[in-house]
């Protein structure tokens, strides 16, 4: 129940984060800057420069905007067009993984065995995080090209130092909830990538790996030969051998074999 529980909560917050990460590509003000100045003694007249993924704007202190939208792809600016790509790969990833996800959670009544699911879970958690990654990039190459105009000592002509807008940090914070939501996921397949073993001490400290296959006893096919010598031989070795074989044993045995 508690694993049903925790890949509902990291389906929930996956989804939640790429739908954040979905909405900065259609949203304005990546990124934004004003002028402002006295038009008069009694007027102040502020313009507003923003632009998004799709095209550059100019607002003025009447609300009204003006925009001139990128031309064809082939001659975006070459730091746009990587935005959109990382994007664009990252939301692609970000479908597969919830798909396998989805498919792969035990709330789920497709997808096969608890084996194939766990595979199919942490697969889609693999995604989740390759496509945050992804989209960590894209915000990251848009920062620093605002920051190095931003933060540059002189710059030329014409040129506006700009702000980050409110997209830039919805999709930091989309990306933060889909590696969140995949450790979620991890943690209930952990299991997967590291299985348990149980080991039976016996014999004085020896040990013995518990068989995977059923049907299999704890013996077969893990007795090493010469381990604790030969119990064919005669003499008195073969007796006490068996006689420390006897107290280690927790076997009763019945009259009717004591007398064979």
Known sequence: ?????????????????WLFVLCTMAMDYWRI????????????????????LWKDCFTDSTAVTNCRDFPVLWTVTPF???VRGLL??????????????????ECTFIGGGDKTKDKLLLSGAVFHIAGSVSDVSAYCLY???????????????GVLRYDLGPPIFLGLVGCFLIILGAMFYAVTVCTVICPERQVVYAYGGGTYMVPRTRGRTLYSGYYRPGQYGSYM???PSYSSKISKLSQTTPTKFSDRD???
């Open 233 to 235: 031989s005669s003499g």
């Open 143 to 157: 920062i620093n090209r605002i920051a190095r105009t931003t933060f540059a000592p002189s710059i030329g002509p």
């Open 88 to 105: 664009m790969c990252g939301l692609t990833l970000g479908f597969f993984a919830v798909v396998l996800c989805f498919v792969g959670m």
């Open 33 to 52: 800057t004003q002028l402002g100045g006295q038009g008069g003694s009694f007027i102040i007249r502020v313009a507003w420069y923003w632009s998004n």
């Open 1 to 17: 129940m508690r694993k049903r529980l925790i890949q509902i909560l990291g389906f929930l917050i996956t989804s939640l984060g």
């Open 258 to 260: 004591a007398f064979v």
């Open 80 to 82: 746009i067009q990587g």
